[in-house]
């Protein structure tokens, strides 16, 4: 029977002495320890009967016990921070401030000594932000956590030693002690100690600059060059970022106020090696990736020894036909051009006059059918010779061969059939105005016509540098807007009977000021460009003056010699001396206005003026008219012809866009508007708007000056053609829609 109850009193026991180690492993949150006195300061003893109490950091008493015999204690808490005080008659208390994490436990021995003649020493710790306490340790054992103005008693006669954490984190912040974290001591004083705040600093392009830095510390980075990669690739430096902020210099000086990112940011490049093979290529190098390369071959076609190189496309990489590959730069490329052997017919050259007959027959007679065809259906018929220029272009149907032969090519003698047909056209619009109308309307019209010229260069200038070309190019495409082909709007004002009406008249006389300001444009530009600098503005003034001086001292010759020499013509009896005489005066005062530095046009218009007030006008204009309508069609055709639709791309066709907007609207406001408030009538102000709209041969000269200087790309220069081409288009189409609901008349 004995033998039943030891059994189970065992068992008891048992329990009774494990419980405690369960409730520490079912138990999340706890504080446990050890109390121990510490005998002659040297051995430690475990210390029974101990009262313990747990304040919460307020001071409220929580909970208190006593320890057993063993000295061993434990709690269960919430999570937070609590002050535990442990007290026993005859021995100095002790005191820890703890701070207890969720699932967490925290264990602390305390060392009590006898109270004999004991001593104070007070934490002092500096540096630290409020709520932040480091941890300490006394004689190696820990005992909380620091507070700022705590007060420890010692026995009298020992010496102790205490250490705090060398290092507090918080976030991308710490704090670390300046000095020794260990402080050792016998006697009453202040232990003092010193905390310093440091940031933390990442970098992934610079793992060497990551890490902690001192608040104010100067951080310097490296200096960094480019790098250059495999299978033609580099990455160029740009600057170093501070949190996506760019910083200025390299090396990079960067004041350490908080944590932060820093890295090297580099721009990646792709090589585009181009092998032309038997011709030059403008194109490739390094591009930036994600950017657009462009790659031409010089010549279509080469002639070496008994063989010719026909021009097949670009291979590699890049696959196309076209002369000109355009494509997107992703990685390295390489291409090269395909070009195929061809054994060359064998022609004789012809001489370039019969080419020039030729040519000349195939526009005229092309111009007039389509100019029929075009009247049929209510067109001005100056879009059918355009357009017959654009159809036998040598980028159209006139570049095919016959026998070896090009059909259309625009040589010099074709080129001068055009340039006579532009100066019968301003004589004839000469005709039209007496000089006692161009006095009346004289105030008018150089009021429109400097307006004209200043409102179409400044804006040309000021768009083409939003569009991201440099200065000198906005220079040369603001010269070729702010100058009118009247040429155009002449024709399409004598189709509808509307050439001496009063909007007629300022528009002529405008377009003729418009042209001798466009060349004092053109010679500015030119001076600005070759010298890097603008003229001063007395030099400005004394061109202006000498192209108005020259023009008037023309006017004036043709003025006084004009009429008499037709009356001494009319005289002779002989048949067509009077015809012979008018057709002198045109090309005197062309030649005349050329000598001088003007337009050629400038000079005819002014000798047809001289002749207006002629008895034999009519003899006069029905020869020139004649006349005209042989060498006008080349004009207009050879202005079609300067159309190349394969020099079009998606590039080409947005600043085409953006040239025509600004070439209507600067004509409209810098004319039309002028024109509205001195005519006192918004409609005919906007006819002269309207009608000084179309560009021509000054456009495309200043155009031809610049891509042969190398100041304009071709796709540049392709996307000013056809703006002069098409606002050649436009302007009759308005023009007539203008009048709509008016008769022909003569006047106005």
């Known amino acids: 029977m004995g033998r039943l109850f030891k059994l189970p009193l065992a068992l008891l026991i048992c329990f009774m002495l494990l419980s405690p180690l369960y409730c520490l492993e079912a138990e999340s949150e706890y504080v446990h320890g050890r109390v121990y006195s510490l005998i002659d300061g040297k051995y430690y003893s475990t210390t029974g009967y101990v009262r313990i109490y747990v304040y919460s950091k307020e001071g409220k008493l929580i909970q208190k016990t006593i320890t057993g015999k063993d000295g061993m204690y434990y709690f269960q808490l919430e999570p937070g921070s609590y002050i535990l005080k442990v007290e026993k008659p005859g021995y100095i208390g002790r005191t820890a401030f703890i701070k207890l994490k969720p699932e967490s436990s925290v264990k602390i021995d305390f060392e009590l000594e006898r109270r004999v003649s004991p001593y104070d020493v007070t934490l002092v710790i500096d540096g630290l932000p409020e709520g932040l306490h480091p941890k300490i340790n006394l004689d190696g054992r820990f005992q909380g956590f620091a507070v700022n103005g705590s007060v420890y008693s010692f026995r009298g006669g020992t010496t102790h030693r205490i250490k705090l954490e060398e290092a507090i984190r918080a976030g991308d912040e710490r704090y670390v002690i300046d000095g020794s974290p260990y402080v050792t001591f016998n006697s009453t004083g202040a232990l003092k100690f010193k905390y310093l705040r440091q940031f933390y600093v990442r970098s992934a392009s610079s793992p060497d600059l990551a890490g902690w830095y001192h608040e104010g510390e100067a951080l310097i980075t490296e200096r960094r060059g480019d ?51 038997k011709a030059e290529a403008t194109g ?69 006059i019969y080419v020039a007959i030729i040519s000349i027959s195939l526009l005229i007679c092309v111009a007039r059918i389509l100019s029929g065809l075009f009247i049929k259906f209510k067109i001005p018929e100056v879009l059918g010779e355009l357009f017959a220029g654009m159809l036998l272009s040598p980028y159209a149907l006139g570049g095919m061969r016959v026998a070896g032969f090009q059909i259309v090519e625009l040589n010099e003698y074709v080129l001068a059939f055009a340039e006579i047909g532009a100066i019968l056209l301003l004589f004839i619009a000469g005709l039209e ?44 495409v603001g010269a070729t807007l702010s100058a009118t082909s009247i040429a155009i709007t002449m024709r399409t004002l004598e189709e509808m009977g509307k050439l001496r009406s009063m909007e007629g008249s300022i528009m002529i006389n405008s377009a003729v000021i418009d042209d001798v300001l466009s060349l004092l444009v053109l010679a500015m530009v030119m001076s600005i460009i070759n010298l890097g600098v603008a003229p001063k503005p007395l030099e400005l003034i004394l061109l202006l003056l000498k192209g108005i ?200």
């Open 549 to 748: 001086m020259f023009w008037f001292l023309l006017m004036g010759v043709v003025l006084v010699v004009g009429p008499r020499v037709i009356s001494m013509a009319a005289k002779w009896k002989a048949k067509g001396t009077v015809e012979a005489a008018s057709t002198a005066m045109c090309f005197g005062g062309a030649i005349g206005a050329a000598s001088v530095g003007l337009s050629p046009i400038v000079g005819a218009f002014s000798a047809g003026m001289a002749l207006a007030s002629s008895r034999l006008l009519p003899r006069i204009r029905d020869y020139i008219d004649k006349l005209s309508m042989v060498f006008s069609p080349i004009f207009f055709a050879v202005i079609g012809a300067a159309f190349n639709a394969r020099a079009l791309n998606f590039n080409t066709v947005w600043i085409m866009a953006v040239l025509i907007a600004v070439a209507i609207v600067s004509k409209l406001v810098g004319c039309g508007m002028p024109a509205s408030a001195l005519l006192k009538d918004p409609r005919r102000g906007l006819r002269v708007g309207i009608g000084m709209i179309s560009r021509g041969e000054v456009g495309l000269i200043v155009a031809g000056i610049g891509v042969t200087s190398g100041i304009i790309a071709q796709d540049l220069y392709a996307a000013i053609i056809t703006m002069v081409i098409l606002t050649t288009v436009i302007t009759p189409i308005m023009l007539k829609r203008s009048y709509a609901g008016e008769g022909a008349s003569a006047h106005a």
């Open 227 to 277: 790098l250059i990669l495999p299978n033609g690739t580099r990455l160029i430096f740009e600057h170093w970022v501070k949190d996506g902020v760019a910083l200025e210099g390299n090396p990079a000086v960067v004041e350490v106020d908080s944590s932060f990112r820093i890295e090297a940011k580099y721009r990646r490049q792709y090589l585009v090696q181009v092998d032309p093979g």
């Open 284 to 352: 490739g190098g390094w591009y930036d990736e994600g950017s657009v390369a462009k790659v031409s071959i010089s010549k279509l076609e080469i002639e070496e020894e008994e063989l010719e190189y026909h021009f097949k496309g670009w291979r590699g990489d890049v696959e196309t036909s076209n002369a000109t590959a355009v494509f997107p730069v992703d990685s390295p490329k390489l291409i090269y051009a395909d070009w195929e052997a061809v054994v060359p017919v064998q022609v004789e050259a012809i001489d370039p």
């Open 433 to 476: 105005v007496s000089f006692g109308q161009f006095k009346a309307v004289g105030v008018k019209s150089a009021i429109v016509g400097a307006s004209g010229v200043i409102a179409p260069f400044f804006m040309g200038a000021y768009v083409s540098v939003l569009l991201g070309f440099d200065w000198n190019v906005g220079l040369i």
